[in-house]
């Protein structure tokens, strides 16, 4: 499919069509044609219709923001299993704006052009198609994506990807479910470890709003982090070194936050076993270890969770 533009669009190739769930047609649906195109008149779906069926959608012109979101994800809102998703690949003639390929988990981008950040759950690899950049999802990377060569400074080395390139990330390692590790040597956007359900995340640096968002099991490190740390966690740990800001544990269903400061739950001292683990994993004198309070869901939310699924915080 070969789609020309005359002015950037946003959320195209977007498999959540904006998070439809949330809007509810207001900002596009999946059946309106996409505007500014050139001799054509394509939907939102018809793209998304395109790389499902394992197809490439061209683009030529540039691009808006939050291109190929959840690109590769098969979403339960839609009837399917919300499990990865072969696709075809998404190739950009043009400059793409921020966010791109956010919560991306499978397939891949080409660029000829610039983009700008944040980006989204990708890293650049050596490319097999001339005169285009690849970038390839994180979550695939770790998972199905070994044949592939990440550039430098980045690098997989043992089960583990380090980003060593200052970009800043939104929703790193989204849906991860393989016990493999991200090292950030720097910051990270927003919606670290969105999803996940197996792995490892350290960033030795700053961390957005929403670190953490709807984890399902595994473990993420942060030193600060923003608004909503820990929002509608199902499972996991989420370890926060230095300081956050309002509302950790929103709406928290399961798994724990270990935290020196207050969060919206009630928190207690850690243990024996909490404290050596926080002396491995951060590796902190035990002094240091026992500042932390440990922060768990309280009957009412696992109550609550029993009767309604965690829904994603705007």
């Not at 700008?116 to 097999?128: A, F, L």
């Not at 400074?153 to 980003?163: A, F």
């Amino acid at each position: 499919m070969r789609l020309e533009l005359s002015a950037p669009v946003d959320c195209l190739c977007d498999f959540t069509y904006d998070f439809f769930w949330q809007h509810k047609g207001d900002r596009f649906s999946q059946s309106a044609v996409i505007p500014n195109q050139k001799s054509s008149s394509y939907t939102y779906e018809d793209l998304v219709l395109t790389l499902k069926k394992g197809e490439d959608v061209s683009i030529i012109g540039n691009v808006g923001k939050r291109l190929g979101s959840s690109l590769g994800v098969d979403l339960k809102f839609f009837g399917g299993t919300g499990k990865s998703l072969h696709t075809g690949s998404i190739i950009v003639d043009g400059d793409i704006g921020t966010r791109m390929g956010i919560s991306m988990i499978c397939g891949a981008i080409f660029v000829k052009g610039n983009i700008k950040e944040p980006m989204g759950n990708v890293v650049e690899v050596i490319s097999d198609r001339a005169g285009y950049r690849k970038f390839n999802s994180i979550t695939y990377l770790l998972t199905e994506g070994q044949d592939e060569n990440i550039l430098p400074p980045n690098s997989l080395e043992d089960g583990c990807l380090y980003l060593r390139d200052g970009i800043i990330r939104d929703t790193i390692a989204a849906r991860l479910d393989s016990e493999k590790k991200v090292i950030v040597e720097g910051n990270a956007g927003m919606s670290t470890g969105i999803l996940m359900h197996q792995g490892f995340i350290h960033v030795e640096g700053e961390s957005g709003l929403n670190t953490g968002v709807l984890m399902r099991g595994g473990t993420v490190i942060t030193r600060n982090t923003g608004d909503f740390a820990g929002a509608y966690m199902a499972g996991g740990s989420l370890i926060i070194k230095g300081k956050a800001k309002g509302f950790v544990g929103a709406n928290m269903k399961g798994g724990v936050i270990f935290y020196k400061g207050d969060a919206m739950l009630p928190g207690v001292p850690v243990d024996g076993n909490d404290i050596k683990n926080l002396v491995r994993l951060l590796e902190i004198n035990r002094v240091e270890a026992m500042m932390f309070k440990k922060y768990e869901p309280d009957a009412r939310n696992l109550r609550e969770s029993a009767d309604s699924p965690a829904k994603m915080p705007p």
